[in-house]
């Protein structure tokens, strides 16, 4: 009779563990897959100047595909800055965001846990140039016939700042900031704005990354006289990314349906965007970020993100 009743109690408490376990592992997967998602990109952008409503359409447009591709409910969340996206995913007020790989890369390095998803290509390519681009009767033909002119670069992202001081970097230009080496800087608020003072003679030369030039070019036919003409090293657009506590089987469904979106017909509205820039969704490796981490690395050896933010101040002031 002792042998049963111990036998008994045996089971009650294996059972009261396992009961324990499941329990534990639905907590834990209730926890990893959320109801719902959130999406978020930066409106403020230095291609076209302030976000349109057309704009915001293509991004919902791109939560409403990733929803219902992949099977998850994403709800998409607009931010002012890349900086407020990252801020965002964080202090887990978002699970998704649409960044540059600097940043994505600078958030590693500060401790911050994250997974990279899938990033958009431009020619087919990963990686792709900026560029000063001038008129195309101009003079300037290299990175030494700027020195002294009038330049716009974008003091909305760091990295433009960073590629221009590693441009002459590789051109062993030195010089303690870029004040020192150009004679002034334009005050136009967006790429388009800046083209526009090209042509009319009031700048020099505008830096830009090369695939936002076929965007440009193409919302004016006075455009067609300027042309990216000095090119830096190659380095990553944008990509997807998530929060570590994402889970991984979630990560892959909306990574494999962003992979689609270019030939879905239901992601037309976000799609065309791209049509421009010969664009698609491409996987990303570990691997495809050492050329870039070599830039961050370089960057931050030479105080060039200090240098940067003390101009970007200044630049945001005028």
């Known amino acids: 009779m002792k042998k049963i009743i111990l036998l008994l109690l045996f089971l009650i408490i294996i059972f009261i563990c396992l009961n324990f376990l499941f329990t534990r592992h639905n907590e834990l997967n209730s926890n990893t897959k959320k109801q719902e998602y959130i999406f978020s990109s930066h409106l403020q952008t230095a291609t076209l100047g302030k976000t349109s409503d057309a704009q915001l359409e293509i991004y919902k447009n791109l939560a409403e595909f990733l929803s219902k591709k992949a099977g998850v409910s994403i709800k998409y969340k607009p931010l002012n800055t890349m900086e407020d996206v990252m801020k965002a995913l964080e202090e887990g007020k978002s699970d998704i965001g649409y960044v540059s790989s600097e940043l994505y890369l600078l958030a590693l390095e500060s401790g911050i846990k994250l997974k990279h998803g899938v990033m958009f290509t431009f020619d087919n390519k990963k990686e792709h140039p900026y560029c000063f681009c001038v ?8 990175i030494q016939d700027l020195k002294g002119k009038k330049v716009y670069i974008s003091p909305i992202y760091s990295f433009d700042y960073i590629m221009v001081r590693h441009m002459l970097y590789e051109n062993k230009i030195s ?11 334009s005050k136009a608020i967006s790429h388009k704005d800046a083209f526009s003072e090209l042509i009319a003679g009031e700048t020099d030369a505008v830096f830009v990354p090369k695939y936002s030039t076929k965007m440009i070019f193409a919302t004016d036919p006075k455009f067609k006289d300027v042309a990216p003409i000095i090119c830096s090293k190659s380095t990553l657009a944008d990509i997807f990314i998530f ?11 909306i990574s494999e349906s962003a992979i689609k979106c270019m030939t879905d017909p239901d992601a037309a509205k976000f799609k065309f965007i791209f049509y421009t820039f010969n664009g698609k969704v491409v996987k990303v490796d570990d691997k495809d970020f050492e050329s870039l981490k070599e830039i961050i690395s370089l960057a931050k050896k030479n105080d060039w993100y200090k240098e940067w933010e003390n101009w970007a101040k200044k630049m945001k002031k005028q």
Do not use: A, M, T
């Open 243 to 253: 929060r570590s506590d994402v889970d991984q089987e979630i990560v892959n469904k």
């Open 175 to 185: 010089v303690n900031s870029l004040n020192e080496y150009f004679g002034g800087f």
């Open 135 to 142: 008129k195309l009767n101009s003079n300037i033909k290299s």
